[in-house]
């Protein structure tokens, strides 16, 4: 059983129809036996780092996502603001703890006027790296594809894991793999079927 988490800020229908159409089995919850339950756990996100984290924190399930994850080695998918609330910290209105599952912190795209890129990064994009092949819920995926971004903020970290990068303005983390922890900083559930082949890799995985 899967169980996506609720953080209260979260537009939840989008990964619900995904999970539908794969047929998966799962509930969409914001109780700590629901998440001790649960074979995987996907944390969706729409909104701001700040009042995302203090939500879980209010819900009690800060320590329990941490808990299941690193000591019971649980499969996690974050997505969106869900990926960047798995780092240690968060910068979006001002200084905040994340999940703090994997090191790093989230800042917002540092951008060169002279570029006429803007922010928020909306719209469709493509996935680089050597490292690709060997991020599990990437296999049938090539290097070049394309999937759908909606965001201000990104993730910077040092930690070893397995990356792959986007290019706006300069390249930023768009898909990791720590163990069996998991982010990708588009939607997989808004890519078509290339984004559904992310979700049905990632519910397949086991640890």
Not at 7 to 18: D, F, H, W
Not at 24 to 39: L, P, Q, T, W
Not at 86 to 95: P, R, Y
Not at 190 to 200: A, F, H, M, R, V
Request: glycine fraction near 10%.
């Amino acid at each position: 059983m899967i169980t996506v988490i609720n953080c209260g800020t979260s537009n939840l229908r989008s990964v619900e129809k995904a999970l539908v159409k794969l047929g998966a089995e799962f509930i969409v919850s914001d109780k700590k036996e629901d998440i001790e339950s649960a074979s995987h756990l996907i944390l969706p996100g729409v909104g701001a780092f700040g009042e995302t984290m203090k939500n879980l924190h209010n819900l009690g399930l800060v320590e329990c996502i941490r808990k299941e994850v690193l000591e019971k080695k649980k499969p996690i998918l974050g997505i969106c603001l869900g990926m960047q609330l798995l780092f240690s910290t968060g910068e979006e209105g001002g200084i905040n703890n994340g999940i703090g599952l994997v090191r790093g912190v989230v800042k917002k795209f540092d951008l060169n006027p002279g570029k006429r890129i803007k922010i928020p990064h909306i719209g469709w994009n493509d996935i680089l790296g050597d490292e690709i092949r060997d991020i599990e819920i990437l296999k049938e995926i090539n290097e070049g594809t394309n999937f759908y971004f909606v965001h201000s903020y990104h993730a910077v970290s040092d930690e070893k894991m397995k990356k792959a990068f986007t290019n706006y303005g300069y390249d930023f983390i768009s898909v990791f793999q720590k163990g069996n922890i998991f982010g990708t900083q588009f939607h997989p559930e808004k890519s078509q079927t290339e984004g559904l082949k992310i979700i049905k890799n990632f519910i397949s995985y086991n640890a």
